[in-house]
């Protein structure tokens, strides 16, 4: 009778314990449960690790002591032994601290194992593999060692050889055809075909796009899967992580035009893939337009060409031409940038022969513009006759620039080098080779969706010219722009206070064309754009932009009046100073103003009335987007 009894005991302890681990697995599944796409395998048999834990005590304690103990002894010793540390030695990405974290959270450690403090376990490092965007991770089960020591079991998958696979559709129009019931065309073939049927109808308007029957076929792509890996930091035998913030700079890139599936699945040996299915934009682009030149503020005809995903990267390669209407050439660009969708290590190189002089032609004499020199300035006398006689014809260089060359310091920099040749129109020349860092624009978000940007910028170089025996003549310039956006109201296009401060510094022997640049980014609406060569400025501008709803919709709801007040001061010291535009060394120009925004077509349009200091009345017409912080 005793020995039945102490049989029975046995067993209703062996079926508690079993119990117990089964519910504490069922509830570890529930938390860990994947999403699915999860790669998690079941659970093993509850009984069969009570089992092993059980024969791997007994034979240790057997070793150890030489002597033979009743199971049920090694099954009370193992449910009652307190937990002294838990690790988790299968695991790649874990760290030890947010183990150990864990583990005293969940209150495990100095008490036996049991479901509910494991399971809370479990949850506590599940809920850090999603922050770390390991989401395909999860903990599986554990193990407790004789000595103490309970070992987490962790799944981790791990990425494919092939960690990117990139299929390729693209969207076409589904028509209805006589002889095939119903086809498919591409959208341009698609207006084709309508354009011939309304020619000779004169009575349907063209379907809008968005009214078509449209469908996605399967096609050939250019995008190659292992930038797009390199980008999301995937690579072959590493955890699965998911990186958001890494793959809106991939669709930022503008590669693609929809992205119908992106879904990490399992392949054949277990591993895991991600697999994306996307329609891809056009990579070649031809624009034309006008624009204004950074070094003399006059309009300039503009046509580019971009091939926007020359090898399959991102990498992007154009051909720019610009000219105005009294130019003596055009200026053209050529440029090849890897930007690595914005991260470390993308670079480009640019070169350039630009017209950055004054024109010649039709300018009577009285508006022939003069420049004088400050003599103070230790310059010799060839330099100054130089100056006085001679006017900046072109540019001619190469510049090479890199992304984050500070990645490990700075999260936004940028870098570049630059080597340049300038001419006159007398036929001298000078050879300046220069450096510039930039830092920023360094981003702060405050209540209610307001912003603040701080961006720095500097520049060092040296000039020399044949006449000099190209002595080396040192320069050095600094910038510093801030800029603020204050969301007044809490709706979908609310009325906005933005600020524009940028303070600008340069050595006196800063090259006159980028001194006239310097000019030309201080300039005021309601004045002439361009200020001469500037050494140092103070630029200020404050708008408020009031978005207004047009009878019209026809090129969308986008309106807006800003009103605004623009203001400098001026420094023309060790420059060349435009005696038209400035009468003396120092300049104060101030302005306020209403103007009205609008795109028309996709082209972004400004119109401003300005009342200037000094009492007259201007306009001011401009391309492009107010500014923003982003």
Same mark, same amino acid.
């Given at each position: ?16 314990? !079993? ?34 834990? !059980? ?16 199971? +049920? ?11 002294? %540390? ?33 399971? %809370? ?8 593999? =999603? ?13 407790? /060692?004789?000595?103490?020591?309970? %070992? ?75 930038? !797009? ?77 971009? =091939?926007? /995903? ?33 991260? %470390? ?10 017209? !950055? ?70 036929? /001298? ?83 006159? =064309? ?53 203001? =400098? ?8 100073? +435009? ?28 119109? +401003? ?22």
């Amino acid at each position: 009778m005793s020995r039945m009894k102490h049989h029975h005991q046995h067993g209703t302890l062996l079926t508690v314990l !079993i119990i117990c681990c089964t519910l504490w697995n069922v509830l570890a599944s529930i938390e860990t449960k994947p999403q699915p796409t999860n790669v998690a395998q079941p659970l093993r048999n509850a009984q069969q690790k009570i089992r092993s834990a !059980i024969q791997s005590f007994q034979k240790k304690r057997d070793k150890k002591q030489g002597t033979t103990q009743d199971s +049920d002894d090694y099954v009370n010793a193992l449910t009652s032994m307190p937990i002294k %540390e838990v690790t988790a030695p299968e695991s790649m990405v874990l760290p030890r601290k947010v183990i150990e974290l864990a583990a005293k959270r969940s209150g495990m450690i100095g008490r036996p194992l049991n479901a509910a403090s494991v399971s %809370e376990c479990a949850k506590f490092i599940k809920q850090w593999y =999603h922050r770390q965007g390991y989401v395909l991770s999860s903990v599986t089960g554990a193990t407790l /060692n004789p000595d103490g020591v309970t %070992e987490l079991k962790v799944e981790e998958p791990v990425m494919a050889n092939q960690p990117v696979a990139i299929g390729f559709a693209k969207e076409v129009v589904i028509v209805d055809d006589d002889d095939e019931g119903q086809k498919t065309v591409t959208y341009k073939q698609f207006r084709k075909m309508e354009a011939a049927e309304i020619g000779s109808s004169r009575v349907r308007k063209p379907v809008p796009r968005s009214d078509l029957n449209t469908t996605y076929v399967q096609t050939e792509g250019r995008t190659k899967a292992k930038p !797009i890996a390199r980008t999301l930091d995937l690579y072959p035998g590493e955890p699965f992580r998911w990186q958001q913030a890494r793959w809106k700079r991939i669709l930022g890139a503008g590669l693609f035009s929809n992205i119908l599936k992106c879904t990490p699945a399992r392949t054949n040996d277990g591993k895991v893939q991600l697999q994306v299915i996307a329609a891809e934009r056009p990579p070649r682009n031809l624009e034309y337009g006008v624009t204004k030149s950074f070094y003399t503020g006059s309009w300039e005809g503009e046509v580019e060409f971009e =091939h926007q /995903n020359l090898f399959g990267g991102g990498e992007v390669a154009s051909l720019n031409v610009r000219r105005g209407a009294k130019d003596s050439y055009p200026s053209i660009r050529a440029r090849y940038t890897d930007e690595k969708f914005g991260f %470390e290590g993308g670079y480009g190189i640019e070169a350039f022969s630009e017209f !950055i002089g004054e024109t010649e032609t039709d300018i009577d004499n009285d508006d022939v513009v003069t420049f004088e020199v400050d003599k103070s300035e230790d310059t010799s006398e060839d330099e100054i006759n130089e100056i006085a006689r001679d006017g900046l014809l072109g540019r001619t260089g190469l510049t090479f620039s890199l992304n984050h060359p500070f990645a490990s310091v700075l999260d936004r920099s940028a870098g570049s080098a630059s080597f340049e040749r300038t001419t006159t129109r007398a036929g /001298n020349h000078e050879v300046i080779a220069s450096t510039t860092l930039e830092a920023g624009p360094f981003l702060r978000g405050y209540p209610d969706e307001a912003r603040h940007s701080l961006k720095v910028s500097l520049t060092g170089g040296g000039r020399g010219s044949p006449k000099r025996s190209f002595e080396v003549t040192p320069f050095t310039a600094a910038t510093i722009v801030a800029k603020e956006i204050f969301p007044l109201s809490k709706v979908d296009r609310p009325i906005c206070l933005a600020f524009n401060h940028a303070v600008t510094a340069s050595s006196s022997s800063l090259p006159v =064309h980028e001194a006239r640049a310097a000019g030309v980014r201080a300039s005021v609406r309601g004045y002439n754009s361009s200020n001469g060569a500037v050494s140092s400025s103070l630029v200020g501008t404050t708008e408020l932009r009031v978005p207004i709803t047009l009878p019209s919709t026809r090129f969308g709801q986008d309106a807006s009046l800003s009103l605004f007040g623009d203001w =400098h001061f001026v420094d023309s010291e060790g420059g060349q100073r +435009d005696t038209k535009v400035m009468n003396g060394r120092f300049a104060r120009r101030s302005s306020v103003g209403i103007g009205i925004r609008k795109s028309i077509q996709g082209l972004p349009l400004k119109y +401003d009335i300005c009342f200037t200091e000094d009492g007259k009345l201007g306009t001011h017409f401009s391309l492009g987007r107010d500014f923003d912080v982003l």
